[in-house]
């Protein structure tokens, strides 16, 4: 296995690492951190929820599999350098997403419904991102199929950024019904991505 393979094994574990473990220590305080496709919502949200939540668990496998198996699965056409930015763009991922995490601390959900109890946080990296989660997922997604694209790592990572996009609209909109101008005078300031 190469330089490149290793490290980006490394990244993608370190990612879903920090989120398995966001997700225990949100279980330890009765919190629970995975809402998507559960509690009250739109149909669209719901059904959006589940599609999104459907396309992230098959990407751990196919991202895995794609750096240790890519010689075995069908590539698509590469460019020198298409990895060594896919690697740069994972290391973003993993830094936004463990800070997005880290800033939101007990409030930080996968997903969104009524029953949740949060605050609006837009201090630490939620200054200069509304969405600084969402950001890390599409710049480690985005960066493992620059870095191994085949036939199912690309695909499954356009699709899933393009749900991410989806649900951040849904997003959207619960927090302005939840924390109204607040969240607007935030929306004013402070762009979705970046």
């Not at 991202?63 to 240790?68: E, G, K, L, N, T």
């Not at 997005?100 to 969104?112: C, E, F, H």
């Not at 085949?150 to 695909?155: D, F, L, Q, R, Y």
């Amino acid at each position: 296995m190469n330089t490149t393979a290793i490290t980006a094994l490394a990244l993608l574990s370190a990612f879903y690492i920090i989120y398995f473990v966001k997700m225990l220590m949100l279980r330890k305080r009765n919190i629970q951190g995975n809402i998507l496709g559960k509690g009250e919502k739109p149909k669209g949200s719901f059904a959006v929820e589940i599609i999104l939540r459907t396309v992230t668990f098959l990407c751990v496998p196919v991202q895995f599999a794609s750096v240790i198996w890519g010689k075995i699965i069908i590539n698509l056409v590469t460019f020198p350098a298409m990895c060594e930015i896919g690697l740069v763009l994972m290391i973003f991922g993993v830094v936004f997403f463990l800070l997005a995490i880290v800033t939101m601390r007990d409030n930080w959900r996968a997903g969104y419904n009524n029953d949740q109890d949060t605050q609006l946080v837009i201090n630490g990296i939620y200054r200069f991102s509304r969405n600084p989660a969402f950001v890390g997922f599409d710049l480690l997604y985005m960066g493992c199929a620059l870095s191994f694209p085949n036939i199912i790592n690309a695909p499954l990572a356009l699709i899933a950024v393009a749900m991410f996009h989806v649900q951040i609209l849904g997003e959207e909109k619960f927090l302005i019904d939840k924390f109204g101008k607040a969240y607007l005078d935030y929306k004013a300031r402070v762009r979705r991505y970046f």
